[in-house]
């Protein structure tokens, strides 16, 4: 039997939880903070062609995550100029959208606390010649134009490109029963 403060802060914890509009939460419109952070991480056509979807979702299965969104699509170029905005002046940009355009990827939006920070943590560096093994890009890829999964880099980032990538009622809420395994 819980107590009532203890069954309170389960119900806030589930609200809180349950709410996909981007980012908002109900009780106070606070931004998905601690444990309801969320991150836009896709596994790329590289990676979706090198059979690598099982090993990558394992690792931040396994880390503890909450995985609250998931496709398998084959995004438009309008889409990824769009996601790569911040890049348009570069000069690998267009190669960038069309490899990202070229076959089907696994969009994510994951969940928990800091996952924003630590997905980028597990993902290494951009190019994978600097990522260190043990990282995703360390272990599983060579040139830095095939890294095989792209992480949202800030909280500001995941925000935008969860609500580029996703409706809102694509987004599940889900109470995870190892959650009090997970934190405190
Ligand atoms: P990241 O994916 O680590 O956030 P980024 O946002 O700087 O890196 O760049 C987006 C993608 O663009 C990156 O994953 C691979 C590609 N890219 C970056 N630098 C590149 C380069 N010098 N040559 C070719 N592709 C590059
Ligand atoms: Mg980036």
Same mark, same amino acid.
């Given at each position: 039997?819980?107590?009532?403060?203890?069954?309170?802060?389960?119900?806030?914890?589930?609200?809180?939880?349950?709410?996909?509009?981007?980012?908002?939460?109900?009780?106070?419109?606070?931004?998905?903070?601690?444990?309801?952070?969320?991150?836009?991480?896709?596994?790329?056509?590289?990676?979706?062609?090198?059979?690598? #979807?099982? *090993?990558? =979702? +394992?690792?931040?299965?396994?880390?503890? @995550?909450?995985?609250?969104?998931?496709?398998? &699509?084959?995004?438009? *170029? %309008?889409?990824?100029?769009?996601?790569? =905005?911040?890049?348009?002046?570069?000069?690998?940009?267009?190669?960038? !959208?069309?490899?990202?355009?070229?076959?089907?990827? =696994?969009?994510? !939006?994951?969940?928990?606390? %800091?996952?924003?920070?630590?997905?980028?943590?597990?993902?290494?560096?951009?190019?994978?010649?600097?990522? +260190?093994?043990?990282?995703?890009?360390? %272990?599983?890829?060579?040139?830095?134009?095939?890294?095989? =999964?792209?992480?949202?880099?800030?909280?500001?980032?995941?925000?935008?490109?969860?609500?580029?990538? @996703?409706?809102?009622?694509?987004? &599940?809420?889900?109470?995870?029963?190892?959650?009090?395994? #997970?934190?405190?």
């Amino acid at each position: 039997m819980l107590s009532p403060g203890r069954a309170l802060a389960q119900l806030v914890s589930r609200t809180l939880d349950c709410d996909p509009s981007l980012q908002l939460v109900h009780l106070n419109k606070a931004p998905c903070t601690g444990v309801n952070e969320r991150t836009f991480l896709a596994i790329k056509p590289d990676g979706v062609q090198r059979h690598l #979807i099982g *090993e990558i =979702i +394992r690792r931040f299965e396994k880390k503890g @995550f909450k995985l609250v969104g998931m496709k398998l &699509m084959q995004a438009s *170029e %309008d889409l990824l100029k769009e996601h790569y =905005i911040a890049l348009y002046d570069r000069p690998f940009y267009s190669h960038l !959208v069309k490899y990202m355009s070229s076959g089907p990827v =696994i969009a994510m !939006v994951w969940q928990g606390l %800091d996952v924003v920070k630590t997905a980028r943590a597990m993902i290494g560096e951009t190019n994978p010649a600097d990522s +260190r093994p043990g990282t995703i890009r360390g %272990d599983f890829c060579i040139e830095v134009s095939k890294n095989v =999964i792209h992480g949202s880099d800030s909280i500001e980032s995941a925000q935008r490109e969860i609500s580029l990538w @996703f409706h809102a009622d694509e987004l &599940m809420c889900w109470a995870d029963s190892t959650e009090h395994w #997970i934190y405190e």
